[in-house]
């Protein structure tokens, strides 16, 4: 189905407010201190609800998660010596709580973004594309490479920006990114949003004292990713 005949995904930059969610969004962004990161980064950083989070934990600790996986040479595949985690993905249609609200979330973090990078203002339309992720990392394991989220060589192409939120507290746990020489602390509902590309190389801060929940997804540009669908590329 086309996005632009989806009820929430109509082809607007996420400025959309949902119907009947304006008392709630005033709400959430009572709650929206901001992390601060210099402008010179290109990142954006702000702590959403920790019920919210709290109500994602017990969505996957309800839930039966996958072994992560990873794209080598165009085939999904388990690598626990780069990647340990264990995964629970969600629709982008997806609408029973808690995603509606952490959806409606990620939406008010994309305006304080474009705020801070107005310039954004100047691109193509843009939005949640494809399922996000909920991640939970045992002990030891984590992302443990550097990569990006978005290395035009795959489907992977359309994506311009990522989000992710820490669910939980990990004192030695995180995300190191290698050329803003930047370490994100794992601090409960910190949500973080940067570019997608190669600029933002990043891994995971390896904790050996904790688990560690994350939700994490994309941002696409809708009218790519809708062309994508249409041609039969990805689904």
């Not at 702590?47 to 989070?53: D, M, N, Q, T």
């Not at 040479?73 to 985690?85: F, L, M, R, Y």
């Not at 030891?140 to 550097?146: N, Q, R």
Request: charged letters at 25%.
């Amino acid at each position: 189905m086309a996005y632009s005949k989806r009820e929430d995904y109509k082809v607007q930059k996420f400025y959309k407010v949902q119907p009947n969610t304006i008392q709630n969004e005033v709400k959430r962004k009572t709650e929206m201190k901001e992390y601060k990161l210099d402008t010179t980064t290109l990142m954006g950083a702000w702590y959403i609800s920790k019920k919210l989070c709290d109500k994602i934990i017990k969505v996957m600790n309800n839930n039966n998660l996958s072994p992560g996986i990873m794209y080598r040479q165009g085939q999904q595949t388990v690598v626990k010596e780069a990647k340990e985690s264990f995964e629970l993905s969600v629709g982008v249609d997806n609408n029973s709580e808690p995603f509606r609200e952490y959806r409606q979330t990620i939406q008010d973090l994309m305006r304080l973004y474009c705020k801070k990078y107005d310039e954004m203002d100047n691109t193509a339309y843009f939005g949640i594309g494809e399922k996000y992720n909920l991640q939970k990392y045992p002990i030891g394991g984590g992302f443990k490479v550097w990569h990006c989220e978005n290395d035009f060589k795959s489907f992977n192409y359309d994506r311009c920006l990522v989000f992710m939120t820490y669910l939980n507290d990990v004192e030695d746990g995180g995300t190191s990114f290698k050329y803003q020489n930047i370490n994100m602390p794992a601090k409960k509902g910190l949500t973080v949003l940067w570019p997608a590309y190669w600029t933002h190389t990043h891994k995971g801060v390896i904790s050996f004292t904790k688990e560690k929940y994350i939700a994490t997804g994309w941002l696409n540009y809708i009218e790519h990713r809708q062309m994508q669908i249409e041609q039969g590329k990805i689904q």
